[in-house]
C-alpha cells in the first residue's frame, strides 16, 4: 500500500501559516520578478484568476477582491518542505520525496491496517507540527494513491483523507477523476484519450485495446493503466539522484548596461550553483556562461554563449566565477542592455571518486574546508550572509523585483515573528 501525502496550495498556505489574518482570505503567490501567478489559494481560484497569468492582467481583479500577494519566497517555502518531509518519515522508513509538496510513503509493514485512520493520523500530525494542510490519498499502486489524492481535495465528504484499498471504491471514485488528472497525463495526450472515448480515470482503466494504449500512450501510459486496475509497475524511489547538469539564470528588473554590473549579476548565479553542486557531493568539468539582451527589442538583439572545460574538475566558488570572468570578458560588447543572464555547469563527478591526475592539483583541503565553512553558515543564517566581494554589495540592478515579499521568519534573525 501507498500513501501519497501532498500540501495542499502549498506556497499561499506557507504565507498562511505566519498570516492568521489570511484565514479564509485569497492569496496569490508569484513568479520571479513578480512576473506570473505560480500559486493560488482555494479562495482565490474562486475569482477565475488562471495560473501562470501575467499579473499584470490579473491586478485590478485582485485589488477589487482584495485578494493578497506576495513575491515568491523560496527560502521559507524550501524550509518548511523540509520540516513536513522530516514529520512524514516518522511514519515510515521507506519515503519518496516527489516535489516540494509531494511525497509517496509506503505503508507495508506498518501494522495498523486501518489504513483510513493512519492516514488522519498522517494529516493531523503534519497539521500539528508544520502547520500546514494536506490531503492524503492512499491505495495500492502510486498511480491509484495519486487519484485518491484528488479525490481527497476536491470532494469535501472525504476530509482530506481518501483510501482506495477496496476495489468497489475504486470504480466509482476513479469515474469521478478526469482523463486530464490521471496521473502522468497531460493535456495533450487527455485530448486523444477523449477522442477515443476515455473521459475518466476509470474509462482509461477499462479500455480493452492494449496495443492501442501502447501506441498513443507509450509503455509509461500502459503502466499507469496497469496501476489504475491495482496492479504495482511503478516501485518507491528512495534514492535521490544527482543532477547531471545545473543551471542558475535571472531576467533582471531593469537592464545592465555595464560590463562591471553583468559581472557582479554572473558571479552571484555562479556562486548559487556551485552550492548546489557541493550540495550533492560532485566537481565540474565545464563552465558555460550566457547572456542576451531584450528579446522584444530587434534593434539591439544580442546573445551571447561561452563554454569552457575546467582543467581541473571542481567545486570551490572562487575558481569557477574565475572562469566565469574570462567568459564575460570574451562575449561582452559594450553598447548593449542586458536582459537576462545565466550560467550552467557541467560534466559532473562525485568528489571522492574523481581522481587527480600527477600533474594536476585539484581542490585542496583548504578550499574544501573554507566551502563548508561558508555553506554552513550561509545553510544557518541565509545563503547569501557570506559571499565573495565578485558578487558586488547591495541593492544592484540585476537584483529581483520581489515588491510583495514576505520576511524570511526561519532563515534570518531580523525576521524571526514576534510574540506580544
Known amino acids: 500500500m501507498y500513501a501519497l501525502i501532498d500540501c495542499n496550495s502549498f506556497f499561499a498556505s506557507c504565507e498562511r501559516l505566519f498570516r492568521p489574518d489570511l484565514i479564509g482570505k485569497p492569496i496569490i503567490v508569484l513568479s520571479n520578478n513578480d512576473g506570473c501567478i505560480i500559486a493560488r489559494s482555494k479562495e482565490a481560484k474562486q475569482f477565475d484568476i488562471p495560473m501562470c497569468a501575467p499579473f499584470f492582467k490579473v491586478k485590478n481583479i485582485c485589488e477589487k477582491n482584495e485578494v493578497a500577494v506576495f513575491s515568491s519566497?523560496?527560502?521559507?517555502?524550501?524550509?518548511?518542505?523540509?520540516?513536513?518531509?522530516?514529520?512524514?518519515?516518522?511514519?515510515?522508513?521507506?519515503m519518496e520525496v516527489y516535489s516540494v509538496d509531494e511525497a509517496f510513503l509506503d505503508l507495508d509493514g506498518i501494522t495498523s491496517r486501518n489504513y483510513e485512520r493512519l492516514g488522519r493520523e498522517i494529516k493531523y500530525t503534519v497539521e500539528k507540527n508544520v502547520g500546514i494542510p494536506v490531503s492524503v490519498g492512499i491505495a495500492p499502486t502510486k498511480t491509484l494513491s495519486k487519484a485518491a489524492n484528488f479525490v481527497a481535495k476536491k470532494n469535501d465528504r472525504y476530509n482530506g483523507v481518501c483510501e482506495l484499498s477496496q476495489k468497489f471504491h475504486q470504480d466509482d471514485l476513479l469515474a469521478s477523476v478526469p482523463i486530464g488528472d490521471v496521473w502522468g497525463i497531460g493535456k495533450s495526450l487527455a485530448l486523444k484519450a477523449r477522442g477515443y472515448g476515455m473521459n475518466t480515470a476509470r474509462d482509461f482503466r477499462d479500455f480493452k485495446n492494449e496495443k492501442l494504449i501502447l501506441s498513443v500512450f507509450t509503455k509509461v501510459g500502459l503502466q499507469r493503466k496497469q496501476e489504475l486496475m491495482g496492479i504495482p509497475c511503478f516501485e518507491l524511489e528512495t534514492k535521490i539522484n544527482k543532477k547531471k547538469e545545473i543551471s542558475v539564470s535571472r531576467t533582471f528588473e531593469s537592464t545592465i548596461h555595464t560590463r562591471s554590473y553583468l559581472k557582479e549579476a554572473v558571479s552571484c548565479f555562479m556562486a548559487s550553483a556551485a552550492s548546489k553542486l557541493r550540495e550533492q557531493?560532485?566537481?565540474c568539468g565545464s563552465?558555460?556562461?550566457?547572456?542576451?539582451?531584450?528579446?522584444?527589442?530587434?534593434?539591439?538583439?544580442?546573445?551571447?554563449?561561452?563554454?569552457?572545460?575546467?582543467?581541473?574538475?571542481?567545486?570551490?566558488?572562487?575558481?569557477?566565477?574565475?572562469?566565469?570572468?574570462?567568459?564575460?570578458?570574451?562575449?561582452?560588447?559594450?553598447?548593449?542592455?542586458?536582459?537576462?543572464?545565466?550560467?550552467?555547469?557541467?560534466?559532473?563527478?562525485?568528489?571522492?571518486?574523481?581522481?587527480?591526475?600527477?600533474?594536476?592539483?585539484?581542490?585542496?583541503?583548504?578550499?574544501?574546508?573554507?566551502?563548508?565553512?561558508?555553506?554552513?553558515?550561509?545553510?544557518a543564517f541565509g545563503k547569501t550572509l557570506i559571499s565573495p566581494l565578485a558578487c558586488g554589495v547591495g541593492k544592484a540592478a540585476y537584483k529581483m523585483a520581489r515588491s510583495f515579499k514576505s520576511p524570511d521568519y526561519l532563515t534570518n534573525w531580523s525576521d524571526l515573528p514576534k510574540v506580544v
Open 73 to 94: 519566497n523560496f527560502s521559507l517555502y524550501t524550509n518548511l518542505s523540509d520540516r513536513v518531509m522530516q514529520t512524514l518519515s516518522m511514519f515510515t522508513p521507506r
Open 281 to 283: 557531493r560532485s566537481v
Open 287 to 379: 563552465v558555460e556562461v550566457f547572456f542576451r539582451t531584450n528579446p522584444h527589442n530587434d534593434s539591439m538583439d544580442h546573445y551571447a554563449s561561452s563554454q569552457k572545460k575546467v582543467p581541473v574538475p571542481t567545486a570551490d566558488t572562487m575558481k569557477l566565477i574565475k572562469i566565469a570572468m574570462e567568459l564575460v570578458d570574451e562575449e561582452y560588447k559594450l553598447g548593449y542592455l542586458y536582459k537576462k543572464a545565466g550560467v550552467r555547469l557541467g560534466d559532473f563527478f562525485d568528489e571522492d571518486h574523481y581522481q587527480v591526475g600527477l600533474f594536476e592539483s585539484g581542490d585542496g583541503q583548504k578550499s574544501k574546508v573554507l566551502m563548508e565553512l561558508i555553506d554552513t553558515i550561509n545553510g
